[in-house]
């Protein structure tokens, strides 16, 4: 007999869906709320839960919150993503390993898997890219799961970033995700969204 617990048999409810997807928005004030250690702790908790293929889990993920790192992070930003993004208490910078398939004798016990990966380096950049990509999701849905609210940025130079805050990783820089609990803010309306139509297919 299992004892662990029965995955969901159905949807999760309205009030849920709300505030991961159909009433979340991006933040464009943050509130004078900080966002503690233990609380990054259960962000990643959660996103590590998150499926990535051969369960290869590629993704690092740096939170910049001090003022040394805040300062050499500002010169990488996009003159408009400056104020925005330094506002807010912690911003995640989503990365991945290149040498992530060194951990995968630990991760998965399918015969000869990190040699695979350590034998073609196209073949590792890609899932590295495309899997950290994925778990950079996650933490952004992740993040409104635990109340928090989450901004993505890709306006910044992956190559200063990399020198001044990852120097010694070996890590790539991907994409930036400001977190923090929203500042007071009016619903507003949500920006057009395409269609069924428009984006599927069904084969």
Same mark, same amino acid.
């Given at each position: 007999?299992?004892?662990g617990?029965?995955?969901?048999? &159905?949807?999760?409810?309205d009030?849920?869906l709300?505030?991961l997807?159909?009433?979340?928005?991006?933040?464009?004030?943050?509130?004078?709320?900080?966002? &503690?250690?233990?609380?990054?702790?259960?962000l990643?908790?959660l996103?590590?839960?998150?499926?990535?293929?051969?369960?290869?889990?590629?993704?690092?993920?740096?939170?910049v919150?001090?003022?040394?790192?805040?300062?050499?992070l500002?010169?990488?930003?996009?003159?408009?993503?400056?104020?925005?993004?330094?506002?807010?208490?912690?911003v995640?910078?989503?990365?991945?390993d290149p040498?992530f398939?060194?951990?995968?004798?630990?991760?998965?016990?399918?015969?000869?898997?990190?040699?695979?990966?350590?034998?073609?380096?196209?073949?590792?950049?890609?899932t590295?890219?495309?899997?950290?990509?994925l778990?950079g999701?996650?933490?952004l849905m992740?993040?409104?799961?635990?109340?928090?609210?989450?901004?993505?940025?890709?306006?910044?130079?992956?190559?200063?970033?990399?020198?001044?805050?990852?120097?010694?990783? &070996?890590?790539?820089?991907?994409?930036l995700i400001?977190? &923090?609990?929203?500042?007071d803010?009016?619903?507003?309306p949500?920006?057009?969204?395409?269609?069924?139509?428009?984006t599927?297919?069904?084969l």
């Open positions: 007999m299992s004892t617990s029965a995955p969901p048999s &159905g949807p999760i409810d009030a849920a709300d505030a997807f159909r009433r979340a928005r991006t933040p464009r004030s943050w509130a004078d709320r900080p966002v &503690g250690a233990e609380t990054l702790a259960a990643y908790d996103v590590k839960m998150g499926p990535t293929s051969g369960n290869c889990m590629p993704a690092r993920f740096v939170f919150v001090s003022e040394d790192a805040r300062a050499r500002r010169p990488a930003l996009s003159a408009g993503n400056v104020v925005h993004c330094l506002a807010a208490p912690v995640a910078i989503v990365c991945h040498l398939f060194e951990h995968l004798p630990n991760l998965n016990d399918e015969p000869g898997l990190r040699d695979w990966f350590a034998g073609d380096v196209g073949l590792a950049e890609e590295a890219f495309r899997n950290g990509t778990q999701a996650y933490l992740a993040a409104r799961a635990l109340g928090l609210a989450a901004a993505p940025m890709s306006g910044f130079d992956a190559y200063q970033v990399e020198d001044a805050l990852l120097a010694g990783t &070996g890590w790539r820089a991907n994409f400001a977190l &923090g609990y929203a500042g803010e009016t619903e507003r949500r920006a057009p969204r395409l269609d069924f139509d428009t599927c297919l069904c």
